[in-house]
């Protein structure tokens, strides 16, 4: 079925390289590459989900997208008021500051993301103060608006952060972010810090708003199931390179990247009669500023050959939006999760 | 299960802890009974008192404020037919006896392996004082082979080469190994495992579970798993004790308690998580509201206020009690079939 949506944001070639320092002149002797390598893009009111392991590059990611990072190579396009592709890398400071207001994110841990001297009203209108889109009696009605629509109360206003449960304290994250009216919403890890009882909500309050206010999300994780559960297509990262890009049921169904595969048949399932016949995974993950030549997952693949240790993969269209960077891509037969 | 399986029995454990707040019931009234050789999963959100279960087993309970106030455990040894029973609820938690247990019958495993490490010695020599403690008469030179061997059995590659790295010079992984090879290194018969896996990537966490399956097959001991995943249970326990703010509400055998689970917070847990092997379809069914704070404590059952089933004036009254539902299936709700007991207290709240 082919989507008619328009694209919202394109990320062509990312990179983010940090420099290593090393002694009193503070040389550069090397650089972690967080990011090298990273292709996609979201359509309006689409959810992407970015998966991969601790360090995999996935947070670096989302915050060079919205600048908080500035990317060493590549070109970040969005979506402009008028509909036309705009390039976020290039803009200079003040029109960067005006343009952010389309982009917002939602961080893991609601306890440090919160000012605990701020009341909830004044987290919640700060970016419309510091904008300078609202004040006075129009404030308070654009935040008491929010603040409803995630599922706080009124009374709640008043409150400081420490009186909150972690899920309200998320529920106000997402609030902050959902005032300006942004078209993008990078979602880092919103629920993993959450108790599981609790998760269910929060996602179901951001599926809730996504329909209601045409949001469009980039939804960083690293827990397989959350991130199929909310996501319209997925993207694997590993070692700082996006290595596989499909709709989520085909990636799930058929995934074609051994690291993918690999990355489905470790996570849990709550099956007790599931019997995992499972791909264990030797080693650990390369280091991101010493990368191995060639793939880098060839050190812990167990289909690589001789060319995987030698040359790098380009990323190739296995099938029609499924996109992989393994030289043996749709040559081998990889295993994905039946879904039910 | 026979008799002489029974390694660790749990009767009615309450540990307390006396803040300026209020008093937590962190446990509060729990009673299990764990088998040489199986694991036992303990599963449950924050504040159910997993942990603390695990402490007081210990006898580690931060103590003031926290206080072991009611309940036996009872450690069973037996050796050519006599049995001896000692209850780690009698002993000083600073003496001589329980410290002989700690490390050598009961060891424990933490999320974050820097609990056990100090990061002042190398892994090896602190896994060699280890065995000193617990194996007298063992030379440092046969402590040390030891050591390396356990660190070669639980993955690490090189063991005679990472005998002598310091903690920190390993990764997350690699340390949650040296942690696991330090508790096993005295072949306890009980392994407390306290979160072990959930700071881990899940394809570490892929290589920890089965390393923890294999070392159980081998050593013979028994686990305590306690962990919030409802996944990682499901792959490595044989009966499984959910928790809820301190007390026992379901205990059931693995398959029982996922395929047939009665307790409405299981059944509503089981239902509300999003699964790996599932199509999304619509919306999560989520549990409403939050647990609550440990001074709030609903009268009555404690999920009450959260549940479906709520029945005014009766699961608002008394905690209901553990019952047997099925064999070897105990639920703690009123769905069940039982009358308030009006022996009971009723007294809950504080």
Redesign the interface.
Same mark, same amino acid.
């Given at each position: 079925m082919p989507d008619e949506r328009k694209v919202l944001l394109e990320v062509k070639g990312l990179q983010k390289y940090f420099p290593i320092q090393r002694g009193l002149l503070k040389r550069t002797t090397g650089y972690v590459k967080a990011v090298d390598g990273v292709d996609f893009f979201i359509k309006e009111g689409e959810t992407l989900g970015l998966v991969g392991?601790?360090g995999c590059g996935k947070t670096t990611t989302g915050r060079c997208i919205v600048r908080v990072l500035e990317p060493t190579a590549g070109e970040i396009l969005m979506q402009d008021d008028s509909g036309a592709m705009l390039a976020v890398n290039k803009l200079d400071r003040k029109a960067l500051h005006v343009f952010r207001r389309n982009m917002q994110m939602i961080f893991q841990d609601p306890y440090s993301s919160l000012n605990p001297r701020m009341t909830v009203f004044e987290i919640i209108g700060e970016p419309l103060v510091v904008n300078g889109i609202a004040r006075g009696r129009e404030l308070e009605d654009r935040v008491e608006q929010v603040l409803v629509s995630v599922g706080l109360k009124v009374e709640h206003l008043r409150r400081y952060p420490h009186s909150f449960?972690g899920?309200?304290r998320q529920r106000i994250g997402i609030a902050r972010a959902l005032v300006l009216n942004p078209k993008l919403i990078i979602c880092d890890e919103p629920v993993s810090a959450l108790?599981?009882?609790?998760?269910?909500?929060i996602?179901?309050l951001l599926?809730k708003l996504q329909s209601q206010y045409h949001l469009t999300y980039l939804f960083v994780a690293?827990d397989?199931?959350?991130v199929?559960?909310?996501s319209n297509r997925i993207s694997v990262m590993y070692v700082g390179k996006m290595v596989e890009l499909a709709q989520?049921?085909e990636l799930?169904a058929n995934p074609t990247h051994p690291y993918t595969e690999? $990355? $489905?048949?470790?996570?849990?399932?709550?099956?007790?009669?599931?019997k995992?016949d499972?791909i264990?995974?030797?080693g650990?993950a390369p280091d991101p500023a010493n990368p191995p030549p060639g793939c880098v997952f060839h050190t812990r693949c167990r289909y690589a050959q001789e060319i995987c240790r030698r040359e790098e993969p380009s990323l190739c269209e296995v099938s029609p939006e499924h996109y992989t960077r393994c030289h043996f891509a749709n040559m081998i037969m990889l295993r994905g999760?039946?879904?039910? | 299960m026979s008799e002489n399986d029974l390694l660790v029995e749990v009767k009615d454990l309450k540990t307390y802890f006396y803040l300026y707040e209020g008093i937590v019931r962190a446990v509060d009234g729990v009673s299990l009974a764990i088998h040489r050789g199986k694991t036992l999963g303990i599963i449950g959100e924050s504040g159910c008192g997993k942990s603390v279960l695990a402490q007081s087993l210990l006898r580690i309970v931060p103590s003031p404020p926290g206080k072991i106030v009611g309940g036996q455990m009872l450690l069973h040894r037996g050796q050519n037919g006599q049995r001896d029973v000692t209850d780690l609820a009698q002993l000083d938690p600073a003496g001589e006896e329980i410290r002989r247990i700690r490390g050598k019958e009961i060891a424990m495993i933490f999320q974050e392996p820097m609990t056990s490490f100090g990061p002042l010695n190398t892994i090896g020599d602190q896994i060699i004082e280890t065995i000193l403690l617990h194996k007298p008469g063992t030379s440092k030179g046969q402590a040390r082979a030891l050591a390396t061997e356990m660190l070669g059995r639980v993955g690490i590659p090189r063991p005679e080469r990472h005998v002598d790295a310091y903690p920190h010079q390993l990764s997350g992984g690699m340390r949650q190994r040296a942690m696991i090879a330090m508790a096993l290194s005295c072949q306890p018969s009980l392994l407390l495992a306290d979160e072990p896996t959930t700071a881990l990537d899940v394809t570490i966490q892929a290589q920890i579970l089965s390393l923890l399956r294999q070392l159980r097959q081998e050593f013979g001991m028994a686990i305590m798993f306690i962990t919030h995943a409802l996944g990682v249970i499901a792959e490595i326990a044989d009966e499984v004790v959910v928790m809820y703010l301190g007390r026992v509400v379901e205990q059931a055998r693995i398959d029982d308690l996922f395929y047939d689970p009665r307790h409405p917070y299981t059944a509503a847990l089981l239902r509300s998580i999003p699964r790996v092997d599932r199509r999304a379809e619509g919306e999560l069914p989520a549990i409403e509201g939050v647990v609550p704070d440990p001074y709030e404590v609903p009268p009555g059952c404690s999920f009450s206020d959260r549940c479906r089933h709520f029945m005014p004036g009766l699961c608002d009254r008394a905690v209901p009690r553990l019952k047997e539902v099925t064999e070897q299936h105990w639920v703690r709700c009123y769905l069940y079939g039982q009358e308030v007991d009006a022996g009971q207290p009723e007294v809950v709240h504080a």
């Open positions: 392991e601790s449960s899920g309200q108790d599981v009882s609790v998760q269910a909500q996602i179901n599926q690293h397989m199931s959350v199929r559960h909310i989520t049921e799930m690999a $990355l $489905l048949s470790a996570v849990p399932r709550p099956d007790p009669r599931w995992a499972r264990i995974m030797t650990e999760i039946p879904s039910h | -």
